[in-house]
């Protein structure tokens, strides 16, 4: 039974919700509660437990069970709650999936297991072993970068027929959104699902249905209103949202050399707004004082600049 | 206290063992008191469980549990036993520790944690917090194709500044191999251990310590053999050695077309030996019949030509 | 001095014209003439000579120079006329720039030596040292699948500083063509030239300047419509001419699997069309007939579907 | 005709030449003259114009010209002058074969043309035009860093069947080169030519028949001794010299951070030794002032270590 908040397709904003920790690597359940209203708030449509920004591989299970439960909980049916269970553990994937089914998530995300590379062949294989367990309806998750898989569209169209009711591409690659667009347009039902926060707006006005933007962990608002602007085909306000988002991105998401760097930032960004802190699971790790103070700036001048704006608020 | 066993710097062929399981993908016991029996009689010097041949990352908590319980049993410190705990979840990682310490095993095996791409600096952060926590005596472990990070010398300067008692090499660049034994020719207790195992008895020559050679699951004595000759230098028998590896990669390795394939030949092997059969966890699977019967025709010449020679047996 | 027809900032359609051969591998001289006319016709605001499409590299001097001698005496100044400069020979370059520019061209095109892998630093060394030497005004070209080196925002910065009047990128990376346009929006001389031509609306609408499109050499009043409905904001018209893009990339872009297939594909269309052969100068080389007999297929339904559509006319 | 010089299977050390370089980019016929008796002295068993080492593509045809006709002059048959003719103009490679061989080369050196990313199909189609034109032996060339291409073993064996006399291997890829030592073992007239210098010894010790140093530039008699020591398996021999090898390779060949610091650091070599000067043709330019003083110290510490050494005259 598709639970009852859920239509198809899946539509909207959906942050990748960062994970809060406590010092101590354990689960900031204050900051949770702070983050998911802030998010609710701001109007977003779903959150998207255990994906990259969520540092899922990196949590033990019972920290990502923890997770679940309680987010699950603070929620309490008002949005959408997704929950990736991608793990390099057939079992534990499915076991992550009847946990998130239990607490009342609503759908799972799915991508390849990550530590071996394997062919779009084995991709399938391992999807139909898998689809038949899945309690909960379910997204691919394409994101080449973590996986050493692009998914294809071949292998995407698969995965529609097996079940899947939606793909969120994070491959960051624009000419396979716009396949993945093209192939499933006469497909209502199928959500194609921006990863690159970027592309929303271009998503949203060639055919695609939202994004899992990992900056509407910050501003939600901000993608909230991009979305509707670009649903409304609102160009003027399309275009002065996506330049809030660039600056943004030459900015905020740009400090420090890690290949995680927007993760930091974010997390940082949080911490700065009194949300919640920004410790990370190794491997990764919260920006230095330096790179914290750097973002300090970008925030407050963003912030400043956007107060100086009328007739749109953020 | 370093285990009894194990002498610095660890040296000879340590196969990465694969695991066997049942058709139900429970562990095979049998065939892995089978498979110990037959690597201690080819003359190993050592086992590594879980590694990337093990299937380590798709295998879940409570079968890598059982399977080091098993095999440190069987062995019975007849060999040295290397267990792989790396794991994208920290808190994991340093539980297998433990629980492979407990078990008795001689040493572990650590490679960077497998979900994030992460930099040289993060990579060393992450030894930073994990080493201190860690029972036994540790080798780091390269392996880019899996990892996404190819540990540069400068960081495994840093993880022998940190503990480590050496580095298994699986990137197959053998300019950084070369780099790695140039680097530490001056430190006799740290050991270079080849992962490619083609460069084995180049390693050796060179000043290398030992290979982690997949193939010495299926032809123990080739590899013991080679690393022998390769100790004693005598260059034809070398030369007549790698003719016959250079063979099976030609041959056996060479069938099917998943970047894993060399490990799916491997099991097949395996179980055309009766040793055990060729299940493999999810996402990996059983080489299919054509080429099965393949790898058995293969088999069939390079056992049949073996028994043509004479004056060296294999 | 700018030539006359030249207005900065560089815009709308201006196709990389496949360069038309014999048999023989000479100039089509024949085919030139009715290509430009074609181009012409289709209502396009230049063309672009030597470029990738019109596989440049791969002909000897004598022949480029005979190009751009003849196409600039045909097209005699009614739209502009671009020339890919780039050689690995420094002199070289200098040298097909100066005749160009003696041949009545309006501007060069410069691509980094395509050799040697290179960083930014050094290719910004070379453009220091090449542009004080250009006679014409030039856009910078970037193709990284072809130079290896994939120019950053930064460097572009540098060449702008330098007298490039634009980029034409063709790295297929919306979110480096989308910073590029945010980095000059506030310098309206400055071309960004999208070199994906699916990338075409989304160029225009978020505020750049026009499309090397290599679909433009067959279907040249698609790309210009689609221009004109970008440039008018036509959403409605957008889609559906968008669609038939993607049509023709999920089509006739896609037979045969060589790396360069689009550009073997664009030629066969032309000689289907009867506007000139689809000889290639090695290491290309045309469809064989099973694919050209494809694309025929896919070109006929295309027709046929155009022809059936009203109100809009390609 | 085989020129009489040259004997099958090519054997020995043959440095890929740099091209000596007078400020104003135009040859220096006294470097060069210098440069080459400077080779010979040093024992090599022949020159290699025009390759990655000497900037062939870099260089205008003129200048090619003027190398090869100089060079050959110079060398007057004393040893074996091979000439890269690869350029991405089929014509120009024709042209530059034929005069090679008119101005008394005895080879030539043939790598795919390097501006577009081709197939192993396309590449074997490409050999299959160009080599019915060739009026000499020739070499294939493998150098994907370059030419973006990395020449399979089967693309190998066809070239063999097309005449090829053998293959220089610059992939820096030690299982393609033992893979391709495998497969011709038995083509006792088929070159295996090493084109990372690091791997010379292993390359002979295994069946391999020389290489191509860009390092014997500046240390011929070190490269030669080398090959020498591994002919006769000297294997103490062979680990003296090839720890003065990786000594070069962590000091002299480290210095900088372009991809190309190695051809820099053997023309600043060169010019410390007052052989030739140190200009080079763009995209690549001379170490700076600092990184010059850097490897000065590095070689004079090189140089004073060999006097102290004793038993082996380098």
Redesign the interface.
Same mark, same amino acid.
């Given at each position: 039974m598709t639970p009852k908040l859920m239509k198809l397709p899946l539509k909207g904003i959906i942050p990748p919700m960062i994970t809060p920790l406590l010092e101590n =690597?354990e689960l900031d359940s204050k900051g949770l509660k702070l983050l998911i209203e802030h998010l609710i708030e701001g109007g977003v449509h779903g959150i998207f437990l255990l994906g *990259?920004n969520g540092e899922g &591989? @990196?949590? #033990? +299970?019972r920290l990502r069970r923890q997770l679940i439960k309680e987010a699950c909980k603070i929620v309490n049916h008002r949005i959408l709650v997704l929950v990736g269970i991608t793990d *390099?553990?057939? $079992?534990?994937t499915v076991e992550m999936a009847n946990y998130a089914k239990e607490m009342g998530a609503d759908a799972l995300v799915v991508a390849? &297991? +990550? +530590?071996?590379?394997? *062919?779009q062949h084995?991709?399938i294989?391992?999807l139909k072993?898998?689809i038949p367990t899945l309690p909960l309806p379910f997204l691919l998750y394409n994101i080449p @970068?973590?996986t =050493?898989v692009n998914l294809s569209v071949e292998t995407v169209k698969k995965g529609k027929e097996m079940g899947a009711i939606g793909i969120k591409d994070s491959s960051? #690659?624009? @000419?396979l959104l +716009?396949?993945l667009i093209?192939e499933f347009k006469d497909t209502p039902d199928f959500s194609i699902i921006a990863g690159?926060e970027?592309?929303l707006s271009?998503t949203i006005? $060639?055919?695609g249905h939202g994004a899992v933007a990992g900056g509407a962990n910050c501003f939600p608002k901000l993608f909230v209103d991009l979305y509707e602007a670009s649903l409304s /085909?609102d160009?003027n306000k399309i275009?002065f949202l /996506?330049?809030q988002l660039?600056k943004i991105? =030459?900015t905020i998401y740009n400090v420090g #050399? @890690? &290949? *995680?760097k927007s993760i930091q930032a974010i997390k940082c960004v949080l911490s700065l707004k009194g949300i919640c802190q920004d410790y990370m699971?190794? &491997?990764?790790?919260p920006l230095n004082t330096t790179h914290r103070n750097e973002i300090k700036g970008y925030l407050e001048e963003f912030e400043y600049s956007k107060k100086q704006r009328t007739g749109l608020k953020l």
């Open positions: =690597k *990259t &591989p @990196s949590l #033990d +299970y *390099t553990s057939f $079992n534990a390849p &297991p +990550y +530590y071996f590379p394997v *062919t084995e991709t294989d391992y072993a898998l @970068s973590c =050493k960051g #690659d624009m @000419s +716009y396949a093209d690159a970027l592309f271009d006005l $060639n055919g /085909r160009l275009a /996506r330049d660039l991105h =030459k #050399d @890690s &290949p *995680t699971a190794l &491997p990764l790790s």
